[in-house]
């Protein structure tokens, strides 16, 4: 099963440095023109489970993820597909470290259980998976909130370190006094 974690994860990113050209897709898609396409980015095989852990979630796009220049709409854009990329690399680190252990990050219950949908915030300070509110765009779905597209219009996407620390604070929390000494998993 490792043997195949790492197949999966080296295949993986010698695609992305394939596609990217050795570069920050950020960067690169900062300096894209807007795309034409508005089809859903296209579904993607889950990752294999892991010893301990489900299956990877697939990440969609929110129904309300407001993208007027389309930078993360299409099927082939380069910063949902470094999202895609850094999740993956993320999710395989819980799973290979004992963070997912015994812990799944999608609730049960949720309507899509094997998707998490991304939404913007584009003033909120940290990536977070939560369930959304019965009212909301995803009523009662798991999502992952983050800047992805800021208030002045950048193009941000988590790193694997910052979502590694997401998927820590939705399965585990922080202790009161992390929370108070250092702020850990407190997001504005």
Do not use: W
Not at 103 to 119: C, D, F
Request: charged share 20%; hydrophobic share 40%; proline share 6%.
């Amino acid at each position: 099963m490792i043997r195949l974690a790492c197949a999966t994860l080296s295949a993986l990113a010698l695609v992305a440095c394939q596609r990217g050209g050795g570069g920050n897709a950020s960067a690169e898609a900062n300096r894209a023109a807007p795309s034409t396409a508005t089809a859903a980015p296209a579904k993607h095989a889950a990752a294999a489970p892991t010893k301990g852990c489900a299956a990877a979630p697939e990440l969609a796009l929110s129904q309300d993820f407001d993208d007027p220049r389309e930078l993360f709409q299409a099927d082939d854009s380069k910063p949902f597909a470094e999202l895609r990329k850094n999740f993956a690399a993320a999710y395989a680190r819980a799973c290979s470290s004992g963070v997912l252990r015994g812990h799944k990050l999608i609730e049960r219950g949720v309507p899509h259980p094997g998707t998490i949908y991304v939404i913007n915030a584009p003033d909120s300070n940290v990536a977070s998976f939560y369930r959304q509110a019965k009212d909301a765009a995803n009523p009662d779905d798991m999502v992952l909130e983050y800047h992805f597209l800021t208030s002045v219009g950048e193009v941000q996407v988590p790193s694997v370190d910052d979502l590694g620390e997401a998927i820590y604070c939705a399965v585990h929390g922080a202790s009161e006094k992390e929370e108070e000494e250092s702020g850990r998993c407190l997001a504005d």
